[in-house]
């Protein structure tokens, strides 16, 4: 009998080897792999083809890798998302993609994934329908469950899979906070069964386990327990709770449809999955995860300004400050070799003290630590400048304490090497007047707290080319940040916008309001903090220079005023308009409000009609920069997709 041919297809290859064994390679166009609709459905046509293969003991078994150096599958395709919001086809393509999965599970050969790089979503999803999987054990191995971040949950049965294999807790856990886990990790928790060192070792691992019919095993039954009779609603009802201490379930559907679907199914794994369907239609074409897909895609946009080919090692920065040395700090985290300067050396101390505290909760492992201290260097006396690629200044808002340091600067750069200033106001051409060529002057403005705010405005002054804008986006990207290019204008972009939010609240304080109902009206409508608290974390001191720059009064004798002439500046120094304990504000009862959002709306809507104006005076390219840019920066409700886009949609 004739054996039909393989079909041709554009995102696998496929070949069998002298031993029966087959290896299935996915390769799909552009630098990442997709599960497109495409990819899906030439994987029917090949499963169909596996299946006669297995049959007739033509097949021993089928090891599924990566053709990309970056990763084994980064998911669905996204670009189609839009599309596949349609309730008349997303249903039925969900279905047939379930089915798929089943059938490759039901294989009767073996069917080895290896993985190395990113795994995520899909790409998980399709492993986890594999029989064992093999992944490679270094620090580019990222194996997780993204979704939750657009809005929706793991489609394509992979709420079941990780159920079966990891136990209903900790795979709800994955799949509901979006975390991408390492993979030691991965293994520890049964989501891979082997770990081997180098990617070279992936096709002889992967041969071994299919040769030996090795079969991944199940969660064990004390981890099922957990999703099984009453004590399953009580489990999800603990997880609604801290679902709500992160997000509002009427802006964020997402994780409560997906702990509505594991009480309903959690204690079966297939009924899990067949619950997706009918959970997953009414997420994919909300308002959140449309607008959380814009978000990505503006995200995705900003690493394409970068100059490519720019490589950075060293890093110099000036002022030992909360900024300057959380800069410095950040960047020996990402692997940069970091000079900090300042005055002296106990002025230095505090912020290696700080460095060591971001290494230790951000590094697992006690020579990562020792290796990240290593990198970051006192330097009181500049010996620095000369050797970095990238020479930050990050000293206080003063003209002319600014133009004084980089008068003393020029000379001793060497040539190519970035000059930066994290002014968060004042525009570049005023510091770069006494400089012999103010073209290499550009800003690197950080947002506070360094480590977890992602936005670094790359701030072009009229004397800068092309080229010093794309290097400087380039290092924010190298170090691990979203650079947005903004045109030198007081405040530039961010500051710009938030100043007449926090200031018309604390206007509001002032008049007698309760900062603690401000502040909840903010967080009713979807912002990350609210303005009072937001204040006192960016520093009083800060906010009242910034207003100053911009031109906005800070009435003498004010409440503000006297708390800054007092030196309490918020959390830095433990008070501000509040308390603060352990980096926390310590609030008292928040009055009752009739409609909170509401409130929340007026309260940001004055920072909406600055980010229009921003736009209209050209200090963003377009509408999608600022709002990216602002919700970076402030954490502006993504699931509205900007303050344009909010307002677009009637929702300030």
């Given at each position: 009998?004739?054996?039909?041919?393989?079909?041709?297809?554009?995102?696998?290859?496929?070949?069998?080897?002298?031993e029966q064994l087959g290896w299935l390679t996915i390769d799909t166009p552009g630098p990442v792999?997709?599960?497109?609709?495409?990819?899906?459905?030439?994987?029917?046509?090949?499963?169909?083809?596996?299946?006669?293969?297995?049959?007739?003991?033509?097949?021993?078994?089928?090891?599924?890798?990566?053709?990309?150096?970056?990763?084994?599958?980064?998911?669905?395709?996204?670009?189609?998302?839009?599309?596949?919001?349609?309730?008349?086809?997303?249903?039925?393509?969900?279905?047939?993609?379930?089915?798929?999965?089943?059938?490759?599970?039901?294989?009767?050969?073996?069917?080895?994934?290896?993985?190395?790089?990113?795994?995520?979503?899909?790409?998980?999803?399709?492993?986890?329908?594999?029989?064992?999987?093999?992944?490679?054990?270094?620090?580019?191995?990222?194996?997780?469950?993204?979704?939750?971040?657009?809005?929706?949950?793991?489609?394509?049965?992979?709420?079941?899979?990780?159920?079966?294999?990891?136990?209903?807790?900790?795979?709800?856990?994955?799949?509901?906070?979006?975390?991408?886990?390492?993979?030691?990790?991965?293994?520890?928790?049964?989501?891979?069964?082997?770990?081997?060192?180098?990617?070279?070792?992936?096709?002889?691992?992967?041969?071994?386990?299919?040769?030996?019919?090795?079969?991944?095993?199940?969660?064990?039954?004390?981890?099922?327990?957990?999703?099984?009779?009453?004590?399953?609603?009580?489990?999800?009802?603990?997880?609604?709770?801290q679902a709500r201490k992160k997000a509002r379930q009427e802006h964020y559907p997402a994780p409560?449809?997906?702990?509505?679907?594991?009480?309903?199914?959690?204690?079966?794994?297939?009924?899990?999955?067949?619950?997706?369907?009918?959970?997953?239609?009414?997420?994919?074409?909300?308002?959140?995860?449309?607008?959380?897909?814009?978000?990505?895609?503006?995200?995705?946009?900003?690493?394409?300004?970068?100059?490519?080919?720019?490589?950075?090692?060293?890093?110099?920065?000036?002022?030992?400050?909360?900024?300057?040395?959380?800069?410095?700090?950040?960047?020996?985290?990402?692997?940069?070799?970091?000079?900090?300067?300042?005055?002296?050396?106990?002025r230095i101390k505090p912020a290696l003290d700080r460095a060591k505290k971001l290494f230790r909760?951000?590094?697992?492992?006690?020579?990562?630590?020792?290796?990240?201290?290593?990198?970051?260097?006192?330097?009181?006396?500049?010996?620095?400048?000369?050797?970095?690629?990238?020479?930050?200044?990050?000293?206080?808002?003063?003209?002319?304490?600014?133009?004084?340091?980089?008068?003393?600067?020029?000379?001793?750069?060497?040539?190519?090497?970035?000059?930066?200033?994290?002014?968060?106001?004042?525009?570049?051409?005023?510091?770069?007047?006494?400089?012999?060529?103010?073209?290499?002057?550009?800003?690197?403005?950080?947002?506070?707290?360094?480590?977890?705010?992602?936005?670094?405005?790359?701030?072009?002054?009229?004397?800068?080319?092309?080229?010093?804008?794309?290097?400087?986006?380039?290092?924010?990207?190298?170090?691990?940040?979203?650079?947005?290019?903004?045109?030198?204008?007081?405040?530039?972009?961010?500051?710009?916008?938030?100043?007449?939010?926090?200031?018309?609240?604390?206007?509001?304080?002032?008049?007698?309001?309760?900062?603690?109902?401000?502040?909840?009206?903010?967080?009713?409508?979807?912002?990350?903090?609210?303005?009072?608290?937001?204040?006192?974390?960016?520093?009083?001191?800060?906010?009242?220079?910034?207003?100053?720059?911009?031109?906005?009064?800070?009435?003498?004798?004010?409440?503000?005023?006297?708390?800054?002439?007092?030196?309490?500046?918020?959390?830095?120094?433990?008070?501000?308009?509040?308390?603060?304990?352990?980096?926390?504000?310590?609030?008292?009862?928040?009055?009752?409000?009739?409609?909170?959002?509401?409130?929340?709306?007026?309260?940001?809507?004055?920072?909406?009609?600055?980010?229009?104006?921003?736009?209209?005076?050209?200090?963003?390219?377009?509408?999608?920069?600022?709002?990216?840019?602002?919700?970076?920066?402030?954490?502006?409700?993504?699931?509205?997709?900007?303050?344009?886009?909010?307002?677009?949609?009637?929702?300030?």
């Open positions: 009998m004739i054996q039909p041919q393989m079909p041709e297809t554009k995102n696998w290859r496929f070949h069998r080897d002298v792999n997709t599960l497109s609709r495409e990819a899906i459905a030439e994987l029917e046509l090949l499963v169909e083809r596996f299946e006669q293969l297995a049959r007739s003991n033509e097949l021993a078994g089928i090891i599924l890798l990566s053709g990309k150096d970056s990763g084994f599958i980064a998911g669905a395709d996204i670009s189609e998302f839009d599309a596949m919001s349609d309730f008349s086809v997303l249903p039925d393509a969900l279905r047939r993609t379930h089915a798929l999965l089943a059938r490759i599970e039901q294989l009767t050969i073996p069917v080895v994934a290896g993985i190395h790089g990113f795994c995520l979503g899909g790409g998980l999803e399709l492993a986890l329908a594999c029989h064992y999987r093999v992944a490679v054990n270094d620090d580019k191995t990222r194996i997780g469950f993204p979704e939750v971040g657009l809005g929706i949950f793991p489609g394509f049965g992979g709420t079941g899979r990780s159920i079966r294999q990891v136990g209903p807790v900790d795979a709800m856990q994955i799949m509901l906070t979006g975390k991408m886990l390492r993979a030691g990790a991965a293994r520890g928790l049964n989501l891979v069964d082997k770990l081997v060192r180098h990617r070279d070792m992936l096709r002889w691992e992967a041969r071994k386990a299919v040769l030996q019919k090795r079969r991944s095993s199940e969660a064990p039954f004390h981890k099922r327990a957990m999703a099984m009779g009453p004590l399953r609603g009580y489990v999800a009802n603990k997880m609604r709770e409560f449809a997906l702990i509505d679907l594991f009480e309903r199914h959690g204690d079966d794994w297939q009924a899990m999955i067949a619950g997706e369907v009918d959970a997953f239609v009414p997420l994919m074409g909300s308002s959140a995860a449309t607008n959380l897909r814009r978000v990505f895609f503006a995200s995705e946009g900003l690493k394409k300004q970068g100059t490519k080919g720019v490589r950075f090692a060293r890093v110099h920065v000036i002022g030992a400050g909360v900024m300057g040395g959380d800069i410095a700090a950040w960047c020996a985290l990402r692997g940069m070799s970091v000079t900090l300067q300042d005055l002296d050396m106990e909760k951000r590094l697992k492992k006690k020579h990562e630590v020792d290796a990240a201290v290593m990198r970051l260097e006192a330097d009181a006396t500049g010996k620095g400048v000369g050797r970095a690629d990238v020479i930050i200044e990050a000293v206080v808002e003063k003209l002319e304490v600014k133009q004084a340091i980089f008068g003393g600067l020029e000379d001793q750069l060497k040539p190519g090497a970035i000059l930066a200033t994290n002014t968060s106001s004042i525009e570049l051409e005023r510091i770069a007047e006494k400089l012999k060529q103010p073209e290499r002057l550009i800003g690197l403005h950080f947002f506070n707290p360094v480590a977890q705010l992602p936005l670094v405005e790359v701030i072009r002054s009229s004397f800068n080319t092309d080229a010093e804008i794309g290097k400087g986006a380039a290092f924010a990207l190298a170090i691990g940040k979203s650079p947005v290019v903004v045109k030198s204008a007081p405040g530039f972009l961010v500051n710009r916008v938030l100043m007449p939010y926090m200031l018309g609240a604390v206007e509001r304080v002032e008049r007698g309001e309760s900062p603690e109902l401000l502040d909840a009206a903010a967080v009713a409508f979807g912002m990350p903090m609210g303005p009072i608290e937001l204040m006192d974390t960016v520093g009083l001191d800060v906010g009242k220079s910034v207003a100053t720059e911009l031109g906005h009064a800070v009435p003498e004798g004010s409440r503000f005023d006297r708390l800054v002439k007092d030196g309490k500046l918020g959390r830095k120094t433990g008070e501000g308009f509040y308390k603060w304990v352990d980096g926390k504000a310590q609030k008292g009862e928040t009055p009752a409000h009739a409609d909170l959002a509401g409130l929340g709306r007026e309260l940001v809507k004055p920072l909406v009609d600055m980010t229009e104006v921003v736009v209209a005076e050209g200090v963003v390219a377009n509408e999608q920069l600022a709002d990216i840019g602002v919700i970076m920066g402030t954490g502006f409700a993504p699931f509205l997709g900007g303050p344009l886009k909010a307002r677009q949609d009637g929702r300030v």
